[in-house]
């Protein structure tokens, strides 16, 4: 029986540890739509501001003032490969993005409700065994 209790012990362990992963991946998930949601808004906001001052972020909080010349904006598109896109084409691959993460998220929340079912389950059977003694 002590055998057993250390092995339910074990499993229920994993499985919290296995939830707490899963809960700060779907965290991470999370933030990365609500920043190009946010991404999105401010390049609405830029659709009217050609020839216009605005600020433009340099780094951690620190902002230059500058004069935005044209729609055109250079996007990164991973490996460090840089290419012209105005801002509705920059908008459609943020959405393209988000519908990705979106998707991510889902499957994250149905594989923590089936983790979660599992937990439960075991939690029952050890229930069972604990009224069987």
Sequence with gaps: ME???QELIFKLSMF????QQMQQQLQAVEQGIT?????????????????????????????AKAKLLS????VDIGNKTLIKKTIPETQKIINEQTEKLEE????????LQDLGGEFNKIILESRQIKEKE
Excluded at 16 to 19: A, F, G, P, V, Y
Excluded at 53 to 58: F, G, K, M, T
Excluded at 71 to 74: A, F, G, S, T
């Design 71 to 74: 729609e055109d904006l250079v």
């Design 104 to 111: 991510v998220k889902i499957e994250l929340n149905n594989n």
């Design 16 to 19: 919290e540890q296995q939830m």
């Design 35 to 63: 920043e190009l949601n946010m991404l999105n808004r401010g390049l609405d906001d830029l659709k009217s501001s050609v020839n216009r001052d605005i600020l433009a972020p340099i780094g951690r909080g620190v902002f």
């Design 3 to 5: 055998k057993d209790q």
